[in-house]
């Protein structure tokens, strides 16, 4: 969702008669005027009037999260959703050797660099800091918004079941041309409906491109009905899951959801048990970047008011040792560098974090804890080690 004043609203030309557009929400108040809340698909009616960003902004944007990231012990991100200025910006940087920290880029889908990555092909960094081999679309929305596109009403909003941002045949003709041109393709999906679409699609296009190549991701994996969770073993899709939005969404995820439904919901240990591949990461900026709390979040399901501490579905929790297992190797496979990152063995890159104050019987700890060095490729590049 975002919010626009009532002049960009004026500007974008939104009033009481615009109509919601497709896989879009313009919320309103009683007399039927426009909030200024726009829902998914209803933000395009405002983008086009926003400024673009110029190639500088895009630098100093990148290099001021860099930092921010090396800081908080970060050392392959995956930067979901980029267009060709920010391409050529990242690649500048691999040229001048300003670039410190591994990225896994993923082109957004559709875009102004969707159709020039098709052209080009894939394009990795023969330095390894940087790979574009990957496209980023989204299927549906944000439980918070009541966006997601659930199989049943919302249990707060009864005549709601959420939005498809596009429809199945449109996500799946992206999906196959991406794949087509050897790019991994990456599908937002929050709600149990956009799951199962983007699965039935995936299983699709793996009966034609083998799983190894091909690597499908699905973002987020959020809400499951539970007869969808042996597929991504079974089919060999990737589940890109935050858990901090565990301990985030705690609050209200169960008004949407409803207690039944939850079950499916956050479903790490489920997953894992039916052999899916699991990539675990923080969602920054909706979330933190730092990985300790989204740690936490795996190995307790709690939330992190130390008032409450109130726990959540407990069985879906992970063992420290497959948590940090997701945030490593596991992310290191959904961005195919696997054999020579996520793991500290010979021959690999020397990716490592030093971090004081954790204390793997002790879960409290993770929260206090914070990355005192980080390492990429042998070298120190934030922090100090004493």
Same mark, same amino acid.
């Given at each position: 969702?975002?919010?626009?004043? &009532?002049?960009?609203?004026?500007?974008?030309?939104?009033?009481?008669?615009?109509?919601?557009?497709?896989?879009?929400?313009?919320?309103?108040?009683?007399?039927?005027?426009?909030?200024?809340?726009?829902?998914?698909?209803?933000?395009?009616?405002?983008?086009?009037?926003?400024?673009?960003?110029?190639?500088?902004?895009?630098?100093?944007?990148?290099?001021?999260?860099?930092?921010?990231?090396?800081?908080?012990?970060?050392?392959?991100?995956?930067?979901?959703?980029?267009?060709?200025?920010?391409?050529?910006?990242?690649?500048?940087?691999?040229?001048?050797?300003?670039?410190?920290?591994?990225?896994?880029?993923?082109?957004? &889908?559709?875009?102004?660099?969707?159709?020039?990555?098709?052209?080009?092909?894939?394009?990795?960094?023969?330095?390894?800091?940087?790979?574009? +081999?990957?496209?980023?679309?989204?299927?549906?929305?944000?439980?918070?918004?009541?966006?997601?596109?659930?199989?049943?009403?919302?249990?707060?909003?009864?005549?709601?079941?959420?939005?498809?941002?596009?429809?199945?045949?449109?996500?799946?003709?992206?999906?196959?041309?991406?794949?087509? +041109?050897?790019?991994?393709?990456?599908?937002?999906?929050? @709600?149990?409906?956009?799951?199962?679409?983007?699965?039935?699609?995936?299983? +699709?296009?793996?009966?034609?491109?083998?799983?190894?190549?091909?690597?499908?991701?699905?973002?987020?994996?959020?809400?499951?009905?539970?007869?969808?969770?042996?597929?991504?073993?079974?089919? @060999?899709?990737?589940?890109?899951?935050?858990?901090?939005?565990?301990?985030?969404?705690?609050?209200?995820?169960?008004?949407?959801?409803?207690?039944?439904?939850?079950? @499916?919901?956050?479903?790490?240990?489920?997953?894992?048990?039916?052999? &899916?591949?699991?990539?675990?990461?923080?969602?920054?900026?909706?979330?933190?970047?730092?990985?300790?709390?989204?740690?936490?979040?795996?190995?307790?399901?709690?939330?992190?008011?130390? +008032?409450?501490?109130?726990?959540?579905?407990?069985?879906?929790?992970?063992?420290?040792?497959?948590?940090?297992?997701?945030?490593?190797?596991?992310?290191?496979?959904?961005?195919?560098?696997?054999?020579?990152?996520?793991?500290?063995?010979?021959?690999?890159?020397?990716?490592?974090?030093?971090?004081?104050?954790?204390?793997?019987?002790?879960?409290?700890?993770?929260?206090?804890?914070?990355?005192?060095?980080?390492?990429?490729?042998?070298?120190?590049?934030?922090? &100090?080690?004493?």
């Amino acid at each position: 969702a975002a919010i626009a004043n &009532a002049r960009a609203l004026a500007i974008a030309g939104i009033t009481a008669a615009t109509p919601d557009p497709d896989g879009g929400r313009i919320e309103r108040d009683t007399a039927g005027e426009p909030t200024g809340v726009l829902v998914d698909n209803a933000i395009n009616l405002l983008l086009p009037h926003v400024p673009a960003e110029t190639p500088a902004r895009v630098r100093e944007a990148i290099e001021r999260a860099q930092t921010h990231l090396l800081e908080r012990g970060l050392t392959l991100v995956g930067d979901a959703g980029i267009d060709e200025t920010t391409f050529s910006v990242y690649r500048a940087m691999v040229d001048e050797g300003a670039l410190k920290i591994r990225v896994h880029a993923m082109v957004e &889908a559709p875009g102004d660099g969707f159709e020039p990555a098709l052209e080009r092909g894939p394009w990795t960094d023969p330095g390894g800091k940087l790979a574009v +081999r990957a496209v980023k679309l989204f299927a549906d929305g944000a439980l918070g918004s009541r966006g997601a596109a659930l199989l049943a009403p919302y249990d707060d909003d009864p005549d709601n079941s959420g939005l498809l941002l596009r429809p199945a045949k449109e996500i799946e003709a992206i999906c196959r041309r991406a794949a087509r +041109r050897g790019f991994q393709p990456c599908v937002h999906a929050i @709600g149990d409906r956009a799951n199962r679409i983007v699965l039935d699609i995936f299983e +699709r296009l793996l009966r034609e491109h083998p799983s190894a190549r091909l690597r499908p991701r699905l973002e987020h994996a959020q809400v499951l009905a539970p007869e969808d969770i042996a597929r991504f073993g079974a089919l @060999g899709v990737i589940a890109s899951v935050q858990p901090v939005h565990c301990s985030s969404d705690m609050p209200w995820a169960g008004g949407r959801l409803g207690a039944e439904r939850l079950r @499916g919901a956050y479903a790490w240990r489920s997953l894992l048990d039916g052999g &899916a591949a699991l990539a675990a990461g923080s969602d920054f900026p909706v979330e933190s970047a730092d990985p300790l709390p989204g740690l936490y979040a795996a190995v307790t399901r709690r939330d992190r008011d130390p +008032r409450s501490r109130r726990e959540w579905n407990p069985r879906e929790k992970l063992t420290f040792e497959e948590a940090l297992a997701a945030f490593t190797g596991g992310g290191a496979f959904a961005a195919f560098v696997e054999d020579h990152i996520g793991k500290l063995t010979p021959g690999c890159e020397a990716d490592f974090v030093i971090v004081e104050g954790l204390v793997p019987e002790e879960p409290d700890t993770y929260l206090a804890a914070h990355a005192a060095a980080t390492f990429v490729a042998g070298r120190l590049q934030a922090g &100090a080690v004493r």
